[in-house]
């Protein structure tokens, strides 16, 4: 007598579903890793494009002229260069170099970003005080976002 050596079709069933139950429980954790992971990296890159900015006004007295979103102040090439200027942001949009343009004498922006406010806020809370209308890290009208460096 020959013995079937082959899962049946409830077995499966039951394997797949167990799958998909497991999936459904880590595949939000992942998700929240990710989007932290990119927190922490466009603060990492914030950090040190702020820094170069300062690090440039105290050599030269005075900050770069104001430029748009996505250009690269030239003046600043030697001081950015870790940070790929022209390129999305971690968290998507263009960076933006603002002197004397807003409310503000100078700040690093974050221009058109797909971040949802929530996240904006998130990040606003590490920096600074949660809130996207006040303190440091503001927005600054539509879909960007400014790190005021001085006001």
């Known amino acids: 007598m020959k013995t079937n050596r082959s899962f049946t079709l409830v077995e499966m069933v039951i394997v797949a579903g167990i799958v998909g ?8 954790g992942f998700l929240r890793a990710r989007v932290r992971a990119q927190n922490a ?7 040190v494009a702020t820094d170069a900015f300062v690090l440039y006004s105290l050599e ?7 430029r748009n ?5 030239v003046e600043m090439r030697d001081y950015l260069q870790r940070l790929v200027w022209n390129e999305s942001t971690p968290i998507g949009g263009l ?7 807003y409310w503000y004498a100078a700040g ?13 806020q998130d990040i606003d809370a590490i920096i600074d005080d949660g809130s996207l209308g ?8 539509g879909n960007a976002y400014v790190y005021i460096i001085e006001f």
């Open 134 to 141: 006040s303190g440091f890290f503001q927005t600054r009208g």
């Open 21 to 28: 139950l497991l999936a459904a429980i880590t595949l939000p």
């Open 60 to 66: 030269n007295g005075e900050y770069p002229a104001a």
């Open 108 to 120: 690093l922006a974050v221009s058109d970003t797909t971040a949802a406010a929530t996240r904006m």
């Open 95 to 101: 960076w933006d170099w603002d002197n004397g343009e």
């Open 69 to 73: 979103a996505g250009e690269e102040p």
């Open 41 to 47: 990296n466009f603060l990492n890159d914030l950090r």
